[in-house]
């Protein structure tokens, strides 16, 4: 299973861009990288994903690097209710050609007011 | 509209229990599946379904059973509840497999 790798924990200023790196090295070419992220005491919500080219939503960018083997979530104002654990996740297909989420540990996001 | 309904929210259970989690989703998603989250870790899927009829195995299965007979429910059941499986469940849905799931907000276990 491809594995990623992310920083244990990473500190932010309020109303600051806060960059979120993922390494993924062992990437296969149809591997999808989500991102999600939990609030304390909360269940996980998706934020993006994508597959090579960089994506935007409301939530945040998706920057994923030309040789797909790292991405970073760029969440363009951190505000305090961003305060979360982040996972960095890669989809990968089953032997029954289903996609399924590998999850890893997370990078724990703390907001400074 | 609920999204995805995970009954009940705190369980405690004592060694050799038996008892079903249950999961509902009203989006009409096809895929669901069945996580274990442990205190400082990541998620590991469980149990998940590609649609009513069908089932398959996660990282994790051992001690649990699922089925899904509607596309609306996924109930997780532990045969027989051992402290090892302390834990915090979530459920999740999507429209398909390769699409963002949608998650409860989980059911915290305690086996004594």
């Known amino acids: 299973d491809a594995k990623t790798t992310q920083p244990n924990s990473m500190e932010s200023n309020e109303e600051e861009p806060v960059h979120l790196p993922c390494n993924h090295s062992?990437?296969?070419?149809?591997?999808?990288i989500h991102w999600y992220r939990q609030l304390p005491s909360q269940g996980p919500e998706y934020v993006i994903h994508?597959?090579?080219?960089?994506v935007n939503n409301r939530m945040a960018s998706l920057a994923i690097a030309e040789d797909r083997k790292s991405s970073t979530l760029i969440l363009h104002r951190a505000t305090l209710r961003d305060a979360a654990v982040y996972y960095c996740?890669?989809?990968?297909?089953?032997?029954?050609?289903?996609?399924?989420?590998?999850w890893g540990l997370g990078t724990s996001l703390a907001v400074n007011p | 509209n609920a999204g995805v309904t995970q009954t009940p929210k705190f369980q405690v259970l004592k060694t050799g229990q038996s008892m079903t989690l249950q999961c509902a989703q009203d989006?009409?998603?096809?895929?669901m599946s069945w996580y274990r989250q442990d205190p400082g870790m990541g998620l590991r899927l469980i149990h998940y379904?590609?649609?009513?009829?069908?089932?398959d195995q996660g990282e994790v299965p051992n001690g649990y059973n699922v089925s899904r007979s509607t596309t609306e429910d996924f109930p997780l059941r532990l045969l027989s509840a051992a402290p090892s499986q302390t834990s915090v469940y979530f459920c999740?849905?999507?429209?398909?497999?390769?699409?963002?799931?949608?998650f409860g907000d989980g059911t915290r276990l305690s086996i004594l």
């Open positions: 999740a849905s999507s429209f398909r497999g390769h699409q963002p799931q949608h």
């Open positions: 989006m009409n998603h096809e895929y």
């Open positions: 379904s590609v649609g009513a009829g069908i089932t």
């Open positions: 062992t990437i296969s070419g149809t591997d999808y």
């Open positions: 994508g597959l090579t080219s960089n």
């Open positions: 996740i890669l989809r990968e297909f089953d032997a029954g050609n289903n996609r399924k989420l590998i």
